[in-house]
């Protein structure tokens, strides 16, 4: 029998720090037309918005909650604060930004990073933006990157309205159109035809009050011929009551265009991330997907792509690390509607501590799809005998031309390749972190160095106390 | 007219999105007559002993309407201690529109037993249930060899369940070359250590010919192993369904299961579905699964067209062969003629 020692967790405190609550308001627990027209008067929407939200919570208030996925018993809407605004306006400075919250983001290396590899950043505290920047040489070559509030009121109120939840429709599950009706805050990026951002942009989403939801809205236009790299970060410190997070993201990639989206995901472990991302691409587009779910307790998250453009392409590369408490269930979907589309998937999951990881796929070729290609790997690692790790991927292929491949692997580590390093000099602790981020490779390899070195910081501790 | 039972059938073991249609399969199937089973080699059914009372079957506990007493034709076999025995069931819808049959076959320790199951054609269109219950004892080994030829409007619907005790087998071989509709349910459970399960399937299927499988199997013992391979062809309009899920149960440690599937799609308008599932509550265990979907590549093309063959002889061949290899392996030298001239009915049609 192999022998088990223990090594205690270290502290997350690098996550793992709260600020006093100085909101300046919010709006109260639970879910009602009232609050919800309360939340539409305090951003100042617009009648087409207020009648949206209010649409989509009857659209809410009907739709069964999900049986198929990890239970999500333990959230009650009751309970969950949908709108917190924080006690200071949208800065354009970091130095104009309330120093709590500024130490937050200094914390977390969001201006750090800005200065040295970012072409804009944008932060929010709870509900609300509370920086946003770009840099000029990018703006100058006509790249909006805004907060969606701005754009919905400035000179692109038409483009967001055109697109505003057309890709995820409030139809589409219970959580999308809980987020029609609260949504507050995110990002809207247009890049023109033509312009390539050489350097990312960014976004960062941090929750800091305790039984808060936070609904932020993404909405990316690449537009013909331009290339763009997106970077999505978020945290949040643990409480002991349930946190919310129901965003939304919508990426349309036109012609020819490429769109990289990148998530590092570190909620806290008392958040249930129900999040829904979708991209459209356009004839002859790209879009790349990269993504690390580390955090939550629960997740139930599934980039979707509809490749609706002849030649249309997408990758997906992820990660997901479930350990103690957590049940995160993640994937992918394609749809090949198109033809000549194609679709390379890799993901790669980490069960350790009793934590429950499902990987979860569909793809779905439509009768127009010919000469579609489609290739799914999944690999998932066992680190202990309490933990538990499914993949259900699912394939429905409407069209003859059409050359689908699949596979998957489950395994633990194996004793050779830990006993090999350790015969190096390394201790077992340290042989196990680094096989899993060997095996996490594919992931890290896709990020920007500082992203990828935070991943792997994840990884390790994620890994302390793994022996056994 | 008789009075038709809905119920979902082959249901996942885990559900998934809704959207894409494989949680469950919804039928109607009325309660029938007892179906006609004959058997070749014996005059009578044996007497069993220490069956299981209770055995999840693939097809789920919704269809167990179907399999009441009196109107299931009931049948039985055991191989003995140390035996090795072999029976030829061959079962037909008989008279009625709507029949049901169940089947019990039994391996004692250290057994070998081989059933043959030909459900042949029948003169009119109807439908057919039946269940067969396998228990495979300590170091025992059951063959099933199905062979599924049901003509046009003819349904069938295949219900399997299997347990495996210590070192005991089960090779299941399922080859599919009719004319109807097939519902194909099958559950394994690997109890003890050493248990296994060896499922080969192949199948043909054309105009709008429907084919929905749901084949489990849950390792509960040590050093347990399992392999599925379903292999075939889709033309015109067919659909097929597949569902093949591996369950490591916690317990379940140095197990290995292996699922892998390959699907020719020929139609303009076929509709394939395929969900490979694994289940890991165990961490020294292998799980894996692959699959191969679409047309012939063009390695094959060019090798059939070096040789003469233009692109549909090429996929008519391979079509043939995929199923042929199956075939091939059914054992039994009559059995196996009488699928080839199935099959050759089947491609005849459009000089296919």
């Given at each position: 029998m192999r022998e088990k020692s223990y090594v205690e967790d270290i502290d997350r405190s690098i996550y793992d720090f709260k600020d006093d609550e100085k909101d300046a308001y919010k709006v109260k627990a639970g879910l009602t037309p009232e609050i919800v027209q309360k939340i539409s008067d305090e951003k100042k929407d617009p009648a087409w918005m207020q009648l949206f939200r209010l649409h989509s919570l009857q659209i809410y208030n009907q739709t069964p909650i999900p049986d198929w996925g990890p239970s999500i018993e333990g959230l009650n809407m009751d309970d969950i604060v949908t709108y917190v605004r924080p006690n200071t306006k949208m800065k354009a400075k970091w130095s104009d930004v309330p120093d709590d919250i500024k130490n937050t983001f200094e914390r977390l290396g969001i201006p750090q990073a800005e200065r040295k590899s970012l072409a804009g950043v944008g932060a929010q505290y709870d509900s609300e933006l509370v920086y946003h920047n770009v840099r000029a040489e990018v703006a100058a070559q006509g790249v909006v990157y805004t907060d969606m509030e701005s754009a919905l009121h400035g000179e692109y109120a038409d483009m967001v309205r055109k697109h505003f939840m057309k890709l995820v429709k409030p139809t589409d599950h219970k959580f999308a159109a809980l987020h029609g009706a609260v949504w507050s805050g995110g990002s809207f990026v247009y890049v023109p035809k033509g312009v390539s951002v050489e350097i990312p942009l960014q976004s960062y989403f941090r929750l800091n009050a305790p039984g808060a939801g936070q609904f932020e809205h993404t909405l990316i236009i690449v537009d013909e011929d331009a290339d763009l790299h997106f970077i999505e970060g978020c945290s949040a410190p643990k409480y002991n009551v349930a946190n919310l997070h129901a965003g939304c993201v919508e990426l349309f990639v036109g012609k020819n265009a490429r769109l990289r989206y990148s998530t590092i995901e570190n909620w806290?472990?008392?958040?249930?991330?129900?999040n829904t991302k979708r991209a459209q691409v356009e004839e002859g587009g790209k879009i790349e997907w990269v993504s690390g779910s580390f955090g939550s307790h629960v997740s139930y998250l599934y980039p979707m792509s509809v490749l609706k453009g002849r030649g249309a392409k997408m990758e997906f590369t992820g990660i997901t690390f479930a350990g103690k408490g957590q049940n995160l269930d993640t994937g992918v979907k394609v749809v090949h509607s198109a033809p000549d589309t194609s679709s390379y998937i890799n993901t790669k999951s980490i069960s350790k501590d009793g934590g429950i990881s499902t990987f979860r796929s569909s793809v779905s070729a439509t009768k127009a799809a010919k000469n579609t290609k489609s290739a799914v790997s999944c690999q998932s690692l066992m680190l202990d005998d309490i933990s538990r790790s499914d993949t259900i991927p699912a394939m429905d292929i409407r069209t003859k031309d059409a050359n689908i491949g699949h596979e998957a692997q489950i395994g633990s580590i194996s004793d050779e390749a830990v006993f090999y390093l350790m015969s190096r000099g390394m201790t077992e602790e340290d042989a196990r972190a680094c096989i899993v981020s060997g095996f996490a490779d594919d992931v890290s390899k896709e990020l920007p160095l500082e992203y990828a070195v935070e991943m792997n910081n994840l990884i390790r501790l994620e890994m302390k106390g793994s022996i056994g | 007219m008789e009075e038709q039972n809905s119920m979902k059938i082959n249901q996942l073991p885990s559900k998934t999105w809704y959207w894409l249609g494989l949680n469950d399969t919804k039928v109607k199937w009325a309660a029938g007559a007892p179906c006609e089973i004959c058997a070749e080699e014996l005059s009578a059914d044996d007497e069993i002993t220490g069956f299981p009372e209770a055995m999840n079957t693939g097809a789920g506990k919704e269809t167990d309407v179907l399999f009441a007493p009196e109107q299931t034709k009931n049948w039985s076999v055991s191989a003995k201690e140390g035996q090795t025995k072999q029976v030829t069931l061959s079962i037909g819808q008989g008279k009625e529109k709507v029949s049901s049959g169940k089947i019990r076959a039994a391996a004692e320790e250290g057994a070998s037993l081989t059933v043959f199951e030909v459900f042949e054609p029948a003169q009119a269109a109807g439908q057919l249930a039946v269940r067969t219950e396998l228990y495979a004892k300590k170091d025992s080994r059951i063959r099933l060899v199905q062979v599924m030829m049901r003509g046009e409007g003819q349904e069938l619907l295949n219900d399997v369940g299997c347990i495996c005790e210590k070192n005991g087998a089960l090779d299941l071989l399922q080859v599919v070359v009719g004319k109807g509709d097939v519902y194909d349910g099958i559950w394994t459970e690997l109890q003890k250590d050493h248990a296994s399960l060896q499922a080969e399937i192949g199948y043909l299927l054309q105009n709008q010919q429907k084919f929905d499988v749901n084949l489990n199997v849950r390792h509960f013992g040590k050093v347990t192993e399992s392999t599925i391979q379903a292999d075939g062809t889709l033309m015109d309009a067919a659909e097929k369904i597949f569902r093949g899920t591996i369950d490591f149960v916690r317990g379940s440690a140095d197990s290995v299961g292996a699922e892998t599937e390959q699907v020719l799609l020929l139609g303009d308008d076929v509709v394939n579905k395929t969900i490979p599932v694994i289940f890991c509550a165990e961490e020294n265990v292998q799980g894996s699964h692959g699959a191969a979907i679409g047309e012939l590549d063009e390695e094959t093309l060019f090798y059939f067209g070096a040789r003469g063959m233009d692109r549909t002889q090429a996929e008519n061949t391979m079509a043939r062969a995929k199923l042929e290899a199956k075939i091939q392996k059914i054992g039994d030298a009559d059995i196996e003629q009488k699928v080839k001239t199935q099959l050759a009915e089947v491609l005849d049609r459009d000089n296919r």
């Open positions: 806290s472990k008392n958040m249930y991330n129900l | -």
